[in-house]
């Protein structure tokens, strides 16, 4: 039955507003816990209610608890034991808030929204009182889920792996300091994407990647095919370092807004015209004739740009060693640019982050609110594929 076709059966027509309606949801819900707390005591003693037993511990009455949920706050019956040994898994002792409210908290932070803003939150659409200091409590719990997070095991194998940083002001001894948040995001032999890790470091530089990537070696990793990532001075020898046999590729992005940072506004539009008759041409050769026209044409008056583009040429070009479907997800780190761009939107309001915990448990909860949408591979991964099983037959392992 279709929604529409729901709301207007004969079931909900009996309600004469929306708060008889609830009161009624309210009803049910009371009605379901109860149940779920009885057949939780059932099988903590062993037998059903009635039935004879040898256990000592029995049934005891019941306790009335005020609880809160999506629907408001609501009082149940919670059954007692004799020797006090029940605890709920369902709604447990000195808990009074319900699983499902504490994910709407929890997906609230993630959104940015801060403790007090959640607090309102709650408040307007629930109807009953959560505390900053309890919304804290709750969210804190994250932290727990980001160390089993960052030290899961990885597969042994992945295609592409992009990476990229992305800067958070951060207290540290008194004082606000950039500080960048490190991502890499693999691509899979099914074609999902994954993030790898989070790690959190004051600058980006080889020998910081080179941790990263050692952690990322330790928890499974063997190989990496494709690497993509920003042009980082000496990036590219300490990939090879830990993954000797990876083809690494400069991002084009990068390179593009790196090369225009000395450019002035009136030739912007034509500067960035003859840049993409590079990165757009059809093969590695054609490509080289347009850097030289490009370099003819710009280098009296942008030398260090059009230096830029010949000074890192070998590692811009990989991407035409493999056919289109390939080149067009690792010329650019786009996609991890767009999980940045996501990552910003979510933690936007604040300005800055009272602690180095605080920035990761944002950045965490903001990543698993923007990757809840990747549960299908790639655009034209069935083709995307066989390049790969047909360029790296030896590497990839079904």
């Not at 996501?342 to 950045?363: C, Q």
Request: net charge positive; proline share 2%; hydrophobic share 40%.
């Amino acid at each position: 039955m279709k929604k529409e076709e729901l709301l207007n059966s004969d079931f909900f027509k009996q309600f004469k507003s929306g708060e008889e309606l609830n009161t009624f949801l309210n009803q049910i819900q009371k009605r379901g816990l109860e149940q779920l707390l009885e057949g939780e005591l059932d099988a903590h003693l062993g037998y059903e209610k009635n039935e004879i037993s040898d256990n000592e511990n029995y049934r005891n009455g019941h306790s009335i608890k005020k609880i809160k949920t999506s629907l408001g706050e609501a009082k149940i019956d919670v059954p007692r034991d004799r020797d006090a040994s029940f605890n709920p898994m369902i709604i447990p002792k000195r808990k009074s808030i319900v699983e499902g409210i504490e994910n709407v908290i929890i997906s609230l932070y993630a959104k940015g929204m801060s403790n007090s803003d959640i607090e309102e939150q709650i408040r307007e659409v629930y109807n009953f009182e959560v505390s900053t200091s309890t919304i804290s409590r709750i969210t804190d719990r994250v932290t727990n889920d980001i160390v089993a997070w960052q030290n899961r095991p990885l597969e042994s194998v992945y295609l592409i792996v992009w990476m990229d940083g992305i800067v958070f002001k951060v207290r540290e001894n008194s004082k606000v300091i950039n500080k960048t948040i490190y991502i890499a995001v693999g691509l899979k032999k099914d074609g999902l994407k994954e993030v790898l890790g989070l790690w959190l470091g004051k600058n980006e530089t080889s020998a910081f990647w080179m941790s990263v990537l050692t952690d990322v070696k330790a928890r499974g990793v063997e190989d990496i095919l494709i690497t993509a990532t920003d042009n980082l001075n000496g990036f590219t020898d300490t990939i090879k370092t830990i993954f000797p046999n990876s083809t690494t590729q400069i991002c084009v992005v990068h390179q593009i807004r790196n090369a225009s940072k000395y450019v002035v506004w009136k030739d912007k539009k034509e500067f960035a015209y003859d840049m993409k008759e590079i990165y757009n041409a059809p093969t590695k050769e054609a490509a080289k004739i347009a850097l030289n026209d490009f370099s003819n044409k710009w280098h009296s008056k942008y030398s260090y740009a059009v230096k830029s583009w010949e000074n890192n040429w070998d590692n811009l070009t990989v991407f035409f060693d493999f056919p289109v479907e390939i080149r067009k997800i690792i010329y650019t780190t786009n996609l991890i640019e767009n999980l940045n761009g996501k990552i910003r939107k979510y933690t936007k309001n604040k300005l800055s982050f009272p602690t180095d915990e605080a920035v990761l448990k944002s950045t965490y909860l903001a990543i698993r609110e923007a990757t809840k949408k990747w549960s299908q591979p790639i655009w034209k991964w069935g083709i995307i594929l066989n390049q790969f099983l047909l360029i790296f037959e030896n590497r990839i392992k079904y």
